[in-house]
């Protein structure tokens, strides 16, 4: 059974009922960020019962040492963890000298969450009764500034139900916080400094070993009826922790209304000795402007994002909340206003996998940015990657790579792999393909040439020269093969011939070679200057080719399928459909061993491929090679539905391509792997949009322009859409009875729709 609490609605995640078993998923489902920073949402005021108290900081990282049984070369020697931050929520609260704990509580009522998505804010209301028999009214209002991206803030009220009672209130900063996510259980921070001014308090800290110094910092005040009262006192520092107390007699049914302003400062951004003086002027700024005016501008905010990214579904509410539910996540977790930053594979929502940069974000996202935000968003991606070159080639060359080859990492902070499952590390390496494939992506859609000569070539060079060394050429079958790796489908590890492995390592070389020759003809100073730093030379093209001209993919004649790998067919080959559902999912249910010898796919692998390079297959050959591999695929993967959902809908199976819409889209609202607790799927959620925009609406580039075969669920009255391109606002509605086109700007625009040329005039609507 899937969780199925959360409440149906067109632009809110809603939540009704205290549940303490719920808390965890709850806390990851309503997370809050604004592309800096983020946080779960945990409750500000204690809480004794089961909780994974999270806050986190873009680009903030610990290098937690490598922990594995037997060391073997080339692992990286530390896991990048993204690390739990100070914690600027709390407020404690009592109520006639009682604790307001939720879990100690004799009686809850009246429990909501809303994560109002539209305007960018989370909040929580509810009646408790305490053990003294005090009972109170909380709604808490809380969000992380869109604007001010060191900023969230929290208007907290408490009501005294019944009789007056004295409120205790104390905000308070605390430093003492640990990781979920540990190997050795190190402590990931220094607290270098603890004090406070007036109603102001700062924590200042550093991360151990990568010295990042932060300061986290708070300011409140405190209303009732409208007047300010003023603390007892100073606030009081004491370890790791600060805080400031309130003592209010509150007359019955009158709410005291706490306003707290919190976050960081970084030395990412400011210098280290000014972080103080950095968290004073977020301050002042918050105050000045008040709660109410920074709600307001946290709305506008977002309604500059939903202008371009939303897609309105009419008809299925479900369906309608699931899409907004990823848009929305997507755009909290990365902005693109900084190209130091990435897309980690859980965000701001949680701890696992560590790192903040997979190959996710090429293979998923990167459609998703172009495509709903201006084009230097992308380009910032594909900026972070260059910059990262050196490492790439470092770290192929701690597996004995040589003269400049290059292999992306699995995970990475900084663009180290710090990935250290060998299995994953050393031979999950169709990763790199991906960000070759990004780079033709990029161009493809935007038509910005510019990157490939100034930073793109330098990437491809280094990708074709790892993909030349590691295929290694077979006497017996007279080609070129590459041993020994895991594909997208991790339930097979070291494999031979993985046909995805293969392909892409291909394509990526002969992409490359092209590139060079376009280059040299187009930007001959940039080719001087590549060829100089690189030393490539016509001697080792010439290999190149070799490799692209021979490579095998394995392939059966019997099946009429390219062969995932050498010996798939060796395996039992039941399908998903026979499996007793008690052995699912199977990545909780089986061991290691059992799956690896088993046929089922964790998500799209030779299925990739037909994705990626679906212009050079036929649809029958596509339909071939779906029949084949979909029965056999268990989807335990957040990547693997969306890419399904793409493919039945070209094959006009829209009922099976719905199917995974759903999956793909409610995967977190109704933990379909049950693992929400420990964060969101945020990469995937790009893949949602693709669902879409690719799958339904059928966009596709060819010959430079843009093409649609528009479809649409008999489940949904329409949709809408609006895709950035090339500077061109392009709105797209589908309805049972046909499609239509609006374009913003000045000049036409031509497009095809199922295979025929229709050109969209701007001011007018164009209906197919």
């Given at each position: 059974m899937n969780q199925d609490y959360i409440i149906p609605n067109d632009w809110s995640i809603l939540e009704e009922g205290y549940d303490p078993a719920r808390i965890k998923s709850s806390e990851s489902l309503f997370s809050l960020g604004n592309g800096a920073m983020g946080q779960r949402t945990n409750f500000e005021e204690r809480y004794t019962g089961p909780t994974f108290q999270g806050s986190y900081i873009g680009g903030v990282y610990y290098p937690d040492k490598t922990r594995v049984g037997w060391w073997k070369n080339g692992y990286p020697e530390y896991f990048a963890k993204v690390i739990n931050a100070p914690n600027w929520i709390g407020i404690d609260v009592a109520v006639n000298g009682e604790p307001l704990d939720l879990n100690t509580c004799t009686a809850i009522s009246k429990f909501r969450r809303e994560l109002n998505m539209k305007e960018g804010w989370y909040r929580r209301t509810f009646e408790a009764t305490l053990a003294n028999g005090a009972v109170v009214a909380v709604e808490a209002i809380r969000f992380l500034s869109m604007?001010?991206?060191?900023?969230?803030?929290?208007?907290?009220?408490?009501?005294?139900?019944?009789?007056?009672?004295?409120?205790?209130?104390?905000?308070?900063?605390?430093?003492?916080?640990h990781n979920e996510d540990t190997n050795w259980d190190d402590p990931f921070w220094e607290t270098t400094a603890v004090n406070g001014a007036g109603s102001r308090a700062y924590i200042e800290a550093r991360t151990l070993k990568t010295h990042f110094h932060i300061c986290t910092f708070m300011d409140s005040r405190l209303e009732l009826n409208g007047a300010v009262i003023n603390p007892g006192g100073e606030s009081q520092g004491e370890?790791?922790?600060?805080?400031?107390?309130?003592?209010?007699?509150?007359?019955?049914?009158?709410?005291?209304?706490?306003?707290?302003?919190g976050g960081y400062t970084s030395d990412r951004n400011h210098s280290r000795d000014g972080l103080r003086q950095a968290a004073d002027r977020v301050l002042d700024k918050a105050l000045s402007a008040g709660f109410d005016t920074l709600l307001k501008a946290q709305a506008a905010a977002w309604a500059?994002?939903?202008?371009?990214?939303?897609?309105?579904?009419?008809?299925?509410?479900?369906?309608q909340q699931g899409i907004r539910f990823n848009i929305y996540h997507l755009n909290q977790t990365y902005t693109g206003r900084d190209s130091r930053l990435n897309i980690g594979p859980k965000g701001f929502t949680g701890e696992k996998y560590g790192g903040s940069t997979y190959w996710d974000t090429e293979a998923y996202c990167i459609p998703f940015y172009m495509a709903t935000k201006d084009q230097h968003v992308a380009r910032n991606l594909l900026k972070y990657r260059y910059n990262q070159l050196d490492k790439a080639i470092e770290n192929a060359g701690k597996l004995g790579f040589t003269g400049g080859a290059a292999l992306y990492p699995m995970v990475t902070m900084n663009g180290e792999e710090c990935h250290n499952e060998w299995e994953i590390t050393f031979e999950e390496i169709h990763r790199n393909g991906a960000?070759?494939?990004?780079?033709?992506?990029?161009?493809?859609?935007?038509?910005?040439?510019?990157?490939?000569?100034?930073?793109?070539l330098e990437v491809l060079i280094g990708i074709a020269r790892f993909w030349n060394q590691r295929a290694s050429f077979s006497e017996q079958k007279q080609q070129y093969v590459i041993l020994g790796v895991t594909g997208p489908n991790e339930y097979e590890n070291n494999v031979n011939n993985n046909w995805y492995t293969n392909y892409i390592a291909r394509w990526c070389i002969g992409y490359c070679l092209e590139q060079l020759t376009k280059v040299k003809e187009g930007y001959p100073e940039d080719y001087d200057r590549v060829i100089g730093l690189t030393h490539l030379s016509d001697r080792e093209r010439d290999n190149w080719k070799k490799v692209v001209e021979n490579m095998y993919l394995p392939y059966s004649d019997r099946h009429q399928v390219f062969l995932q790998q050498d010996n798939f067919l060796d395996k039992?080959?039941?399908?998903?459909?026979?499996?007793?559902?008690?052995?699912?999912?199977?990545n909780q249910k089986?061991?290691?061993?059992?799956?690896?010898?088993?046929?089922?796919?964790?998500?799209?692998?030779?299925?990739?491929?037909?994705?990626?390079?679906?212009?050079?297959?036929?649809?029958?050959?596509?339909?071939?090679h779906f029949d084949f591999y979909e029965p056999f695929t268990v989807h335990e993967s957040s990547l693997s539905p969306c890419v399904h959902a793409i493919q039945a809908a070209k094959l006009d199976r829209m009922d099976q391509a719905y199917a995974f819409y759903l999956r793909t889209s409610r995967l977190d609202l109704d933990d379909y792997n049950k693992e929400v607790h420990e964060g969101l799927h945020i990469t995937s959620m790009a893949g949602t949009w693709m669902s879409i925009v690719e799958g339904f609406g059928g966009m596709r580039m060819r010959d430079d322009k843009l093409t649609f075969s528009p479809r649409i669920p008999k489940e949904w009255k329409s949709y809408s859409f609006k895709i950035n391109f090339r500077h061109r606002i392009l709105k797209v509605t589908v309805t049972g009875k046909g499609c239509s086109f609006e374009l913003e700007g000045k000049d036409e625009m031509s497009i095809r729709v199922f295979d025929k040329r229709v050109v969209i005039r701007p001011g007018s609507t164009t209906h197919v």
């Open positions: 604007e001010l991206d060191e900023l969230g803030a929290i208007r907290y009220a408490i009501t005294p139900l019944g009789a007056d009672a004295v409120l205790e209130l104390e905000p308070y900063l605390d430093s003492g916080i370890g790791k922790r600060i805080g400031l107390g309130y003592r209010v007699d509150v007359p019955a049914g009158q709410p005291l209304v706490l306003f707290k302003y500059r994002v939903w202008e371009m990214s939303d897609i309105a579904i009419e008809g299925d509410v479900k369906a960000i070759a494939f990004a780079i033709f992506n990029y161009y493809r859609y935007t038509g910005d040439y510019s990157y490939i000569p100034e930073m793109g039992e080959l039941i399908p998903v459909a026979k499996l007793d559902r008690k052995h699912r999912p199977l089986w061991s290691w061993d059992r799956i690896l010898r088993s046929p089922y796919i964790k998500q799209a692998d030779t299925l990739q491929g037909f994705y990626l390079f679906e212009d050079q297959f036929s649809l029958e050959e596509l339909e071939r």
